[in-house]
């Protein structure tokens, strides 16, 4: 059966790969990116791939944007924009700090206060948060951006106990390692920020950790088999070993000394 189906964040990486394949698969699909440059080119991926596709922009900092996008009435709502900004806590600006929040929590937030409510008022909908590894564990020098899907991932918990009596549904995805490019720019993003020479705590070097990331396609082929399933796991993790991994360091916390 055919949804409609709004995704965030769709110019690149999961979200782009999500949007076409279920335009693929004959959803009717509403794709966001960020920019104009970005919206004519994801129209232009869609052409080359054959699918229809509907792109608007969608700046998560921008309040024209998100009332806009807040007018669709998708079956599922997939909440995958974000960015990654690198540098320890002790370091990074504020500013990069609060514009983590306001793009990956509070400008999603909106949009599900204007989108959640038609699902409610009807009894029927999903909403899909990409969360990632770091909403369960903690990787050292992002963890401005770790803390911002701990927070996706505590509100898409209580969204989940709160709007199941309504019969809206509520889940995540949680990407590990991937080599989407998200990785790398997070990984680049302190150089315009960043003087080795007044920082407390000195940045390591990314490059070994991102010489071998998985292939995307791996976790698009679980968003797209997930988002319009009317029954799945509430979390969604990929790699596979990843969920060991996440699980074992949820372990650790309640033994290991501070």
Not at 137 to 155: D, N, Q, R, W
Request: proline share 5%; with cysteine.
């Amino acid at each position: 059966m055919s949804k409609k189906i709004l995704i965030t964040g769709a110019s690149s990486g999961f979200g782009r790969g999500a949007a076409i394949e279920l335009a693929r698969q004959g959803h009717q699909v509403v794709a966001t990116a960020e920019s104009w440059p970005l919206v004519r080119s994801l129209r232009a991926d869609a052409a080359a791939a054959g699918v229809k596709l509907e792109v608007i922009k969608l700046n998560l900092l921008d309040d024209i944007d998100i009332a806009h996008a807040a007018g669709y009435d998708p079956d599922i709502l997939v909440l995958n924009a974000g960015v990654m900004e690198s540098g320890s806590v002790i370091d990074i600006p504020m500013q990069r700090m609060r514009e983590s929040f306001e793009i990956n929590v509070f400008g999603h937030i909106r949009l599900v206060q204007g989108i959640v409510p038609k699902m409610v008022a009807r009894k029927a909908g999903k909403v899909v948060w990409t969360s990632s590894m770091g909403g369960i564990l903690v990787i050292p020098f992002v963890g401005v951006y770790c803390a911002t899907k701990h927070a996706i991932e505590a509100i898409a918990g209580s969204m989940r106990a709160e709007l199941a009596p309504y019969g809206v549904k509520v889940a995540t995805v949680n990407p590990g390692v991937f080599g989407t490019g998200f990785n790398d720019t997070g990984a680049e993003s302190h150089t315009q920020w960043y003087d080795a020479g007044s920082v407390v705590v000195p940045m390591p070097d990314f490059a070994g950790a991102l010489a071998d990331q998985n292939d995307p396609q791996e976790m698009i082929d679980a968003m797209v088999e997930i988002i319009p399933a009317e029954e799945h796991l509430y979390r969604t993790m990929r790699p596979l070993d990843t969920i060991k991994a996440a699980r074992q360091w949820q372990e650790t916390e309640w033994s290991q000394n501070a």
